[in-house]
């Protein structure tokens, strides 16, 4: 926050978000302002429909006097879209700024088919998802995608993806943008001439990698305290995302977390290209490939998922050998970041493939970097994405450095 006596418009609304002050007095206590002051600034945020008023009621004032009215972040005001790229499937919903989800679809939808087709279709799933939740295209604030590769923020490119093919340096931020215009424009919901031309006005949209959307949103929803918390994705390929402090640490250029393509020594060939990559020996689809060859009928990671839920002896024995290969990185993973929370996700999280994890971490890692270290597997399951893409939208239009502007552009 800026300093005492300085606090903006923006810095009141992280305060009354984050729960730490959610009374005029409180907000005069934490950042040194007058009361004029700080009505002032609610009042645009009011005006804005960013703020409304809490549902409990009056509580004491710290200041003492009268009991304050609380106040709460809007979170009706608008709506966030949400999509998950995986290899070969996707899912996309329509979320509150807290993130519930208010409507929700997925089905096959393949990267290698390109840029392009992907994220046109994403844009119709968009306008029906909108329809369905009830809202309008100009309810929408901004766009977060979630994908299968490493990921420069700045600019919204995917950097050199080992596994989506034409993706490379593709301006996906006006691509999707593009499509959800197009699709709002002329779909079923541009019932009105406001919410058409509103939907003009281009809608940010951010995007990030898969791995690193799953930690953020399973990271805010579950673990808030967990101030080092790492998610390993097992599914068609291998990524990791890590959170720290609450942020999504990235590294220089987005590649921080991309484990999978870390040599292990084997000869597999891996669909990067090289060879001996650990998503090539132990991701859901090198077991699919392993089964395959013994005349089970697999292909990816979500028919090796299925094969375990119904409990399939070999599949459970190929999952716990690929466990203790993640297993044997995953030591170097908690020995030099000394996570929390050590969450396994994706296709293969569950307990076979957890007991090889398991098995390897803990003879491989030192006692003192997994002494305070729980082993979980995913609480939002096939959401965490979507959570995840919807909170770094959220965070990004509502952190104090970005709310004076989108104030002013409101007219408040
Ligand atoms: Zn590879």
């Not at 907000?27 to 002051?37: E, F, I, M, V």
């Not at 779909?187 to 006005?201: F, I, N, Q, S």
């Amino acid at each position: 926050m800026t300093g005492r006596g300085q606090a903006g418009a923006g810095d009141l609304l992280a305060l009354v978000r984050t729960g730490r002050a959610t009374t005029r007095g409180a907000l005069q206590q934490a950042t040194g302002l007058s009361r004029a002051t700080v009505g002032q600034r609610l009042d645009r945020l009011f005006r804005a429909g960013w703020l409304r008023e809490g549902a409990g009621g009056p509580v004491d004032s710290p200041l003492g006097g009268r009991p304050s009215i609380t106040l709460e972040f809007d979170d009706a005001h608008a709506v966030v879209l949400a999509a998950d790229l995986d290899t070969r499937h996707a899912r996309a919903a329509v979320l509150t700024l807290t993130g519930e989800i208010l409507a929700e679809h997925g089905g096959p939808l393949a990267v290698e088919d390109g840029p392009d087709v992907v994220l046109g279709e994403l844009g119709g799933w968009f306008a029906e998802l909108l329809v369905k939740a009830g809202h309008r295209p100009d309810e929408v604030c901004g766009i977060g995608l979630a994908v299968p590769g490493p990921v420069d923020t700045e600019t919204g490119l995917v950097v050199q993806p080992p596994i989506m093919p034409g993706w490379d340096g593709y301006d996906i931020r006006g691509r999707l943008a593009r499509a959800f215009r197009e699709r709002a424009d002329t779909g079923a919901c541009a019932g009105t001439e406001a919410g058409a031309g509103a939907a003009r006005a281009e809608v940010p949209v951010l995007v990030d990698n898969d791995a690193n959307l799953m930690a953020y949103g399973e990271q805010r929803t579950g673990y808030p305290d967990c101030s080092a918390f790492v998610l390993v994705k097992v599914s068609t390929g291998i990524g990791a995302g890590v959170v720290v402090g609450g942020s999504v640490y990235r590294g220089v250029d987005g590649g921080a977390g991309d484990i999978g393509h870390i040599r292990v020594g084997a000869d597999a060939p891996c669909r990067c290209g090289s060879h001996g990559c650990l998503a090539a020996v132990a991701s859901g689809g090198a077991v699919a490939r392993r089964l395959a060859e013994s005349g089970v009928p697999a292909a990816s990671g979500s028919d090796v998922r299925d094969l375990l839920a119904a409990g399939h002896p070999e599949a459970a024995a190929l999952a716990r050998e690929a466990g203790r290969k993640v297993g044997d990185v995953l030591a170097t993973v908690v020995t030099l970041l000394n996570p929390g929370v050590l969450m396994i996700a994706g296709d293969l999280a569950g307990t076979a493939f957890l007991t090889g994890v398991r098995e390897l971490l803990y003879q491989r890692a030192l006692p003192r970097s997994t002494a305070g270290l729980e082993v979980v597997t995913s609480r939002l399951g096939e959401r965490a994405g979507l959570v995840g893409a919807g909170a770094m939208v959220v965070e990004h239009l509502y952190a104090p450095e970005r709310v004076e502007e989108r104030l002013l552009a409101l007219g408040v």
